[in-house]
């Protein structure tokens, strides 16, 4: 399984932004049946959780994101995006995304960097 995103850049604080992660070599019966995260990494900070979304489409966020940010899958295009609205210089990160369905297969993406400055 290969993960892309995409959709980062800079954007000024109170902005928005929307991130995609594309995958590939796996099937729709495979991805539909996974979980997808989204993961940051800040300079100097270790790679943090930020919102989830499940095969049956429940989502778990980060509460500081909570309210800003929304995450969504389309499971033909075998897709995963994450909206993200009102950012904030604390949300300066590389963004991954992570596929994962329990023991059986967990893969990464190498990551897209979302810069809030004015």
């Known amino acids: 399984v290969q993960l892309v995103e995409s959709g980062g850049g800079l954007v000024q604080p109170g902005g928005s932004l929307s991130l995609s992660c594309a995958a590939s070599g796996i099937d729709y019966m495979g991805f539909s049946m996974s979980t997808m995260d989204w993961y940051r990494q800040a300079p100097g900070n270790q790679r943090e959780f930020v919102a989830r979304?499940?095969?049956?489409?429940?989502?778990q966020f980060v509460d500081s994101v909570k309210g800003r940010f929304t995450i969504s899958r389309d499971n033909a295009k075998r897709t995963v995006d994450l909206r993200m609205n009102n950012l904030d210089t604390e949300d300066t990160a590389v963004y991954y995304c992570?596929?994962?369905?329990?023991?059986?297969?967990?893969?990464w993406g190498q990551g897209t960097q979302v810069t809030v400055s004015s």
């Open positions: 992570n596929l994962h369905r329990g023991t059986i297969l967990d893969a």
């Open positions: 979304i499940t095969s049956g489409r429940s989502t």
